[in-house]
């Protein structure tokens, strides 16, 4: 345990001398240091043999350790390397990520892009920033190739939402004001905070709406959730719950006038296909992982005027569209691990 926790404050070291130091000095030391956490982590594991026509399917997030040396061990014992790749917030948006992340991500990403078979992207926006990505820093044109996407899946179109809800969420939504939904975790890159001043303003304003968040409490957002939490003006029109159970975020996409996303930077839209899947309307920034899932039921608005996100909140308060957009056929995860496999299987 001791060594343990050596490894891990050296790494916590390399991330805060990044403030003074080029990465170019601390890229040895933080790959020494996670090496040697990784193997002391594994020193009781078997190494993993791999045979022909076996994949190594790098579906996480990998990158925080050595897992090029995975892939390349994979690769000389003839198995294929795929790498699923999420989003490049790390290269894109790096002030959403721990101080140390966008110069580890940007290593691994640069090397298993040259490693893996095929980079399966979990959206058009992803593959296409993949690709930018790619030529901007140079790789070889024929890496392109291996580049492809596919779309999560999600199984809430059948989900029946069996389970208990706790009498304050169900009451939030039958006490007679049009009630909107947020979901997702407590982070910047979300936009609470732009959603906030909204349905501030709308209640400033004397409108009669109301608003549930279900996400999980972060410190770097602790300050912000107890404002939302202490305004006198939220008072009986906001609640925040940190611990949802399944039935009760399907709850909320049954009975919210809308979902609200306005997140500034996403490599997919989860919660959107869930809400779509049952019928719930959704109001979305119109980032391009937005865009790209866009149908009937998803109203976009311009994060550069918040204006436009208070006439759709005003529009869906004003009348239920849940009847007119109905339910939108997503994949199931089934469908998404198909894909996956049969992207896999090709050359």
Not at 311 to 339: C, F, N, T, Y
Request: charged share 20%.
């Amino acid at each position: 345990m001791r060594s343990l926790n050596l490894f891990s404050l050296l790494r916590d070291v390399v991330a805060f001398a990044l403030k003074v130091l080029p990465w170019s000095l601390l890229a040895g030391p933080w790959i020494l240091a996670s090496n040697a956490l990784e193997a002391f982590r594994s020193k009781d594991d078997l190494p993993l043999q791999f045979n022909a026509g076996d994949i190594l399917l790098v579906a996480d997030v990998a990158w925080g350790y050595a897992s090029w040396r995975a892939a390349a061990a994979a690769k000389t014992q003839g198995a294929k390397v795929i790498v699923v790749v999420y989003d490049l917030m790390p290269i894109r948006q790096p002030q959403y990520c721990y101080a140390l992340v966008p110069k580890v991500y940007d290593m691994w990403l640069r090397r298993m892009a040259i490693l893996s078979d095929r980079m399966m992207c979990i959206s058009k926006a992803t593959n296409d920033d993949v690709l930018a990505w790619m030529r901007e820093v140079g790789l070889p044109l024929e890496l392109e190739q291996k580049v492809s996407s596919f779309c999560l899946g999600s199984d809430f179109q059948g989900f029946s939402g069996s389970g208990e809800v706790r009498s304050a969420i169900s009451n939030h939504f039958t006490a007679g004001e049009p009630c909107f939904g947020m979901i997702g975790t407590f982070e910047p890159k979300k936009n609470y905070e732009l959603v906030w001043q909204v349905f501030c303003n709308l209640w400033t304003s004397g409108e009669r709406v109301r608003l549930m968040v279900l996400g999980r409490r972060t410190e770097e957002m602790d300050s912000f959730i107890e404002t939302m939490k202490s305004d006198p003006k939220s008072q009986g029109r906001l609640l925040l719950v940190h611990d949802a159970s399944d039935a009760e975020v399907g709850y909320v996409y049954s009975q919210a006038r809308a979902l609200i996303m306005a997140s500034k930077f996403e490599g997919y839209g989860l919660p959107l296909i869930e809400a779509r899947a049952r019928g719930c309307p959704v109001i979305a920034s119109n980032i391009p992982s937005f865009v790209e899932l866009k149908d009937d039921g998803v109203w976009l608005f311009d994060l550069r005027v918040p204006e436009q996100l208070e006439s759709i909140v005003l529009e869906h308060s004003a009348g239920d569209q849940r009847g007119m957009v109905g339910s939108a056929k997503v994949p199931s995860w089934r469908d998404s691990a198909k894909a996956i496999l049969d992207l896999a299987e090709t050359n």
